[in-house]
């Protein structure tokens, strides 16, 4: 039981490439989320999906792109990368809602130069 | 916008009682209050959660006031390795059950 794997573990990027963040978990979870953590501060939530073919964006959607064609994947698409964009992504999945944990990946270091 | 207040930071003494507050005065009857925990840039690390009663698992315990506006995690012997940023959470009920993640509290345990 792996949990939440997310990979690549670190990136660099230059201005204006695209690339994918891969998410899996094998917990067999409906409740999947993308989360950016800037140096100091706490976690925003990028988008999130209640299940395979459902998705719906958090605080701070814009320059990202989700998709969720199967309940164990859940991708993270960066078109165009900024320099702002630089962070630390991390995943996580939750079996349901109220009272269910949220597990959470190790993370993705994305550098954008 | 996180729904919870916590202080910035907190020392504790290695071996005595960690108590870390949390204020969540707008909390709904159906809300969770949970708390997480990272260790430098590692994944939060889940501790324990509740509704309106008191909690208590092998990390913590978590003490719910009686009008739900406000918690306290105990970590009942700190150690060094309990050095960490404190998140306590109210999750959303509904838009996917989403956390909203504050500030946090770093706590430092000290030899």
């Known amino acids: 039981n792996a949990g939440v794997t997310q990979t690549p573990k670190f990136r660099i990027l230059k201005i204006g490439q695209s690339m994918t963040l891969q998410c899996t978990q094998d917990?067999?979870?409906?409740?999947m989320y993308w989360y950016r953590q800037d140096p100091g501060m706490g976690l925003k939530l990028i988008y999130y999906?209640?299940?395979?073919?459902?998705?719906d964006k958090g605080e701070v959607p814009n320059g990202y792109n989700v998709s969720r064609s199967t309940t164990e994947d859940f991708p993270l698409r960066l078109e165009l990368a900024a320099p702002s964009q630089t962070s630390v992504y991390f995943c996580?999945?939750?079996?349901?809602?109220?009272?269910?944990?949220?597990?959470f990946g190790e993370g993705s270091w994305l550098t954008v130069v | 916008d996180a729904k919870t207040t916590q202080p910035t930071s907190m020392d504790c003494a290695e071996g005595r009682a960690a108590n870390l507050p949390c204020n969540h005065s707008?909390?709904?009857?159906?809300?969770?209050v949970y708390w997480y925990r990272q260790i430098h840039s590692q994944g939060p690390q889940y501790i324990i959660h509740?509704?309106?009663n008191n909690e208590t698992n092998e990390m913590a315990s978590l003490i719910i006031t009686e009008d739900r506006k406000s918690s306290t995690l105990i970590l009942p012997h700190a150690t060094l390795r309990d050095t960490a940023v404190y998140y306590c959470?109210?999750?959303?009920?509904?838009?996917?059950?989403?956390?909203?993640f504050g500030q946090g509290t770093e706590l430092s345990v000290k030899p």
């Open positions: 707008t909390i709904s009857g159906n809300e969770y």
């Open positions: 959470i109210v999750r959303v009920a509904g838009q996917g059950g989403k956390l909203i």
């Open positions: 509740g509704l309106k």
């Open positions: 999906s209640v299940g395979a073919g459902i998705t």
């Open positions: 996580a999945s939750s079996p349901g809602q109220a009272g269910n944990t949220i597990y």
């Open positions: 917990m067999n979870h409906n409740y």
